[in-house]
């Protein structure tokens, strides 16, 4: 009878095996904790050492210390009308000169750049809100949701923006009006110092602009849909929502601040256009678009009442255009170093 040789390798391990194991180990995983934190240090990096992103944020954090600190230690109003003062060129008690009602041009510049400031963030998060929850869930569901869902997006795109906004300023004026005067919420009542037009320009957006940036969420979002870790979470039971909220959304944070950051100057600018064609901000508030409104009757004679205004508005636009491209830039660069890291 055959006799079957099984052979037993002789295997022996020591302390030593071991704890080289343990050190290989441990020193994987602090290189991997490494390259999730520098996932997002990199973008930060790379902006800080660009020069025209730096003066970018620069001048930007002047126009706002400008704007929100600028009245607090003037000794003038937006509305302080000084009689025997009017039509004064700039000069040492009224840097910016004084208008036709006697009014300080420069206290005028820092409210109506506050406002422009307010309007471009408010506008910017509406849309950041609602064009990020939609685009998830286009991206995230695809196949036939996605085809209607960028079906309705498309038909809202086409849409004129002017247009739909001068119709709400003219249609929502007069209910406004009563809700503000019969309305005993401070809180609505701060809304009536801006007028209709201002609510109309935040509907506008929350109508119309958040199509580009759904657009862009959903792109990035039918990618990570298709990623392990969505996949290990659909095997672990997470709801869809869950996902999308806790997967989905935090993984889209740099598309979500490029796009709301190039958002801010295109509300900037709409508001400045609607408030010069007397559909913005009411007076007696004022906002850059007003104020270059009220210059151009004596823009020939007063010509700095209509520079100062506009210089604002086109450093400020430009800035944060400058600021979207180079954040944009630098989350693309950080994005690639990354992978190459890996």
Known sequence: MNKILTLQPDISFNEDDFAKINAEDLSANNNSGHLKSTKGSNAVKLLIKNKAAVISICIILILALFS????????????????????????????????????????????????????????????LIIGTIYGAVSGYFA????????????????????IVVILLSIVLKQPLYELFNNSQSAFVKSFALLGPGVIAIF?????????????IIRGHVLVLRETDYITAAKALGCGRARIIRKHIIPNCASQMIVTTCLMIPSAIFLE?????????????????????NEAMDGMYTYTY???????????????????????????????KAKINEE
């Open 68 to 127: 929100f600190l600028g009245p607090l230690i003037s000794k003038y109003t937006y509305y302080e009308q000084l009689r025997g003062f009017e039509n004064l060129y700039p000069s040492f008690s009224h840097p910016f000169g004084t208008d036709s009602l006697g009014r300080d041009i420069m206290v005028r510049a820092m409210y109506a750049t506050r406002i422009s400031i307010l309007i471009g963030i408010v506008s910017s998060i509406i849309v």
């Open 143 to 162: 196949g036939a949701v996605d085809n209607v869902m960028m079906r309705i997006a498309d038909l809202v795109y086409s849409i004129p923006d002017v």
């Open 203 to 215: 509907a506008a957006f929350a109508l119309l602009y958040w199509v580009t940036n759904a657009r």
């Open 272 to 292: 400045s256009f609607l408030s010069f064609l007397g559909l913005g901000v009411s007076a007696p508030m004022t906002s850059l678009g007003s104020m270059i």
């Open 305 to 335: 009442r209509l520079v100062i205004p506009c210089v604002i508005l086109c450093v400020l636009i430009l800035c944060l255009n400058v600021l979207g491209d180079k954040l944009r830039d630098a989350f693309d660069y950080g994005q």
